[in-house]
């Protein structure tokens, strides 16, 4: 038997050029002339321009807010929220998340207490939650919205109202999702989106926060500098989060140019259900909280025993072939620097994150892939599969 | 010239401001376009909008030379710059950060929020600016970093600092904004201490839109500081210290690549103003100008100017006159820190010499917007400020 045509056994990989998972959206290089030439025309560089005034505008008539308040990236919008909710003591939260979730809560001065999530959906899982909220210090909850899909918002905000804390967003993956026809972002006390270029809305880098209390987007200008937009009060600590005038211009070009974003995932979506139907032990993640999804990623679950090889091994085969698929969030946030050294024995109550973290991947979606490209991708899954055994011995006898 | 003639003329009671755009105290200065789009292009064709992308790679390059250094880390701005530099270069189990008073306003946020607290000293009357003397007496077994800070005009003493530090060991990290083109004793501002840092926003030297960078000799701290803007990746799968996101985009890159090609043209147009600014400064009683240190390389970018005691209105009152002209004037680091956040290491009335200047200091407006007749234009003003002065005082009615 010949060997099968796959980059690990030696063939020329399915890609010449390695294939992203971010969204990655470029504006038309005609358009990105003009609007830094609009920049220069008005020399207005930074601090709250003409151009961040007009995104914030759009975004809260879009989502549906009373504010947004444009930031230099999510993380940072994330640090700031949890400054201005004046967070302390405990803050619930995945540990299946970007790290930057927990980071915010560290710069802040807060912690977390990692929750662990639910199997099928991914998003925090209510039922821990609540058992969480009646420890002692617990001062919110930080929950998370994955994969273009929600957490279960109605049963959290009555679970957070019962014990009196705020529950508050990391909706970095969920920019122009909706829960039953209500855009995502005004949910809870805030909620934190990002437009780095790999997600569906690009301000090359940058996010906003989201929110309809008037108390808590004016600390939340404060903290960020805003050079007079709304009033001032006073806050623990102020930062540097502004958006400068060259990322709003790219956020409202992508903004612009959103519906054939969309249209784009949801086709490529679409036809990796086609190209994966049937591969046993493979399921692909459908959004099901949400009435309408932003198809930002397309993750899947690898069940080893039942696909024959294990997640690991399938990265390695698509990495072989340029495949640039991705192991989000492995390892668990709980497993990383400093929060490792900090709750060493925390993996015992995160069964669901910990297997999560060893059995999920997330294929190239967005501006850089094309229908064919998803059709070579579900076939080298396909052709790893069926000669899943020699596949796995290359792999040993490389790693050896 | 200043078509001022009577009170009436001022914008404060009435007259038309002086300028219709505001003159302010903002470099803004603006690359050559397409400079810029060259740079552009190269991000553009490789498809990247951050994340250690070839732009950020050259912008680190040039300016690691433009300093004089084998290290320079880029950020997404210079307040996240002196956050995660000041983390990493504090002597750990040690609280308290040395810093002047009479400096950037929200130094004591960088230092909270980068868990320490601030020991506020005294500034030398002459520099304006903190030496081995001022800090030394701050100085106690709970200092972690020492943060040396280049005034607005000229440098600190950074040899008596760098000195300060290796006899006490308490390492120095300096804060040289406002001095990228400036050097010390004929050395590169770049190089003194464990690092220095520096802004990219648009109102400096270097327009990035937004931005900061550190520079250092330190590969350690360098490999740390890449690692800490980058949420503490080590690789693409673990994460081994702790950050955030503090990356510089490659457009604003872009921008402050084409701003170092212009650079030398800029200081020379900076230099030009500077000379306006002094020779039609010279004849006005009651006003110095803070010189510039020709002797060493200077940037030449901001006008700083002391109201001295036969200067007839207050400070306050001088800048709402000024103010209402559209001359954005702006108080030199008023009120300084000490009496602004509070804290129990300087309590109001403690810092003499800080207090006193920071009720004496102007910076009048620079950067690209200022030519050469605006210059002679606010200086009229001023001139006729002083010529009217007792038609000017608060509460005077006409």
Request: hydrophobic share 45%; glycine share 8%.
């Amino acid at each position: 038997m010949s060997a099968a045509p796959l980059a690990v056994l030696g063939a020329a990989p399915a890609f010449e050029h390695p294939l992203p998972v971010g969204q990655l959206y470029f504006p038309d290089w005609s358009d990105y002339v003009q609007a830094m030439r609009g920049i220069f025309e008005r020399q207005y560089y930074t601090n709250q321009g003409p151009l961040v005034c007009e995104l914030e505008s759009a975004l809260q008539e879009r989502l549906g807010v009373q504010h947004v308040i444009c930031v230099a990236n999510a993380t940072i919008g994330l640090m700031m929220a949890a400054e201005a909710l004046v967070l302390r003591g405990r803050v619930i939260t995945p540990a299946f998340s970007f790290i930057a979730t927990s980071q915010s809560l560290t710069w802040a001065g807060a912690e977390p207490l990692f929750c662990d999530v639910d199997p099928r959906s991914h998003q925090l899982d209510p039922v821990r939650v609540e058992q969480a909220l009646w420890q002692e210090d617990v001062s919110a909850v930080l929950a998370v919205n994955l994969w273009g899909d929600v957490c279960d918002y109605a049963e959290l905000a009555r679970l957070a109202a019962k014990r009196g804390v705020p529950l508050y967003f990391d909706s970095a993956h969920a920019f122009g999702c909706e829960v039953n026809g209500r855009a995502v972002g005004g949910f809870g006390a805030l909620e934190v989106f990002s437009f780095h270029a790999t997600k569906v809305l690009s301000a090359a880098e940058g996010g906003c926060v989201c929110t309809n209390d008037d108390a808590l987007a004016a600390r939340l200008r404060n903290i960020r500098s805003s050079y007079g937009a709304g009033p001032p009060v006073p806050v623990r600590r102020t930062a540097n989060g502004r958006m400068s005038e060259a990322q709003a211009a790219i956020a409202l070009l992508s903004l612009q140019g959103w519906p054939a974003i969309y249209e784009r995932n949801q086709a490529l979506f679409t036809a990796y259900e086609v190209g994966l139907q049937g591969v046993a032990g493979l399921r692909l993640l459908h959004p099901g909280a949400v009435s309408r999804t932003n198809y930002q990623y397309v993750v899947c679950e690898i069940e080893a025993a039942v696909f024959g090889l294990d997640r690991d091994e399938l990265h390695a085969v698509l990495r072989a072939e340029n495949v640039l698929a991705r192991r989000y969030f492995a390892p668990g946030i709980h497993r990383c620097m400093p929060y490792r050294e900090q709750f060493p024995d925390v993996s015992a109550d995160l069964p669901v994150t910990e297997a999560l973290c060893s059995s999920v991947l997330q294929l190239p979606i967005g501006q850089a892939v094309d229908h064919a490209a998803v059709a070579r991708v579900a076939s080298v899954i396909r052709t790893a599969q069926a000669h899943a055994p020699t596949v796995r011995t290359a792999l040993q006898r490389a790693s050896a | 010239m200043s078509s001022k003639r009577h009170r009436s003329d001022l914008a404060l009671f009435g007259g038309a401001p002086l300028f219709e755009r505001p003159r302010s105290t903002s470099s803004l200065v603006a690359p050559d376009f397409d400079a810029f789009l060259a740079y552009s292009r190269v991000f553009y064709d490789a498809r990247q909008f951050s994340n250690n992308g070839p732009l950020v790679q050259q912008l680190e390059q040039r300016l690691a030379q433009l300093h004089g250094t084998t290290h320079c880390v880029t950020f997404c701005s210079g307040f996240w710059a002196l956050v995660l530099a000041v983390k990493c270069l504090a002597l750990p189990g040690r609280s308290e950060i040395v810093m002047p008073s009479l400096t950037y306003r929200r130094m004591a946020d960088v230092a909270s929020w980068a868990g320490l607290v601030p020991r506020f000293c005294e500034v030398d009357p002459q520099t304006l600016a903190v030496s081995a003397q001022t800090v030394r007496p701050s100085i106690n077994s709970q200092t972690a970093l020492l943060l040396g800070v280049h005034p607005i005009v000229n440098c600190c003493d950074a040899v008596g600092l760098e000195q300060l530090s290796d006899e006490t060991g308490i390492p120095l990290f300096i804060d040289a904004v406002e001095s990228v083109y400036e050097t010390v004793q004929g050395r590169k501002v770049g190089s003194f201490g464990r690092a220095e840092c520096f802004s990219l926003h648009a109102s400096k030297l270097l327009n990035g839109f937004e931005g900061g960078y550190v520079t250092t000799n330190d590969e350690y701290l360098a490999g740390r500081l890449v690692r800490m803007r980058g949420f503490g990746f080590y690789t693409p799968d673990t994460v081994q210290e702790f950050g955030m996101n503090a990356k510089l985009n490659e457009i604003h890159a872009a921008m402050a690549l084409a701003g170092l090609d212009g650079l030398t043209r800029q200081v020379e147009r900076n230099r030009e103003r500077y000379q306006t600014y002094r020779q039609a400064l010279a004849g006005l009683r009651g006003i110095r100008l803070v010189a510039f240190d020709e002797a060493e390389r200077c940037g030449y970018k901001n006008i700083l100017v002391e109201l001295l005691d036969d200067w007839p209105l207050s400070r306050q009152r001088t800048l709402e006159l000024l103010n209402a002209e559209n001359v954005f004037a702006r108080a030199y680091y008023a009120p300084p820190l000490h009496l602004k956040v509070g804290g129990a290491s300087a309590p109001p009335g403690s810092l003499h010499v800080t207090e006193r200047l920071a009720e004496r200091f102007l910076l009048l407006p620079c950067g690209h917007f200022v030519d050469e007749q605006d210059i002679r234009q606010i200086v009229e003003l001023l001139r006729f400020l002083h010529a009217q002065e007792a038609q000017l005082q608060p509460g005077v009615l006409s």
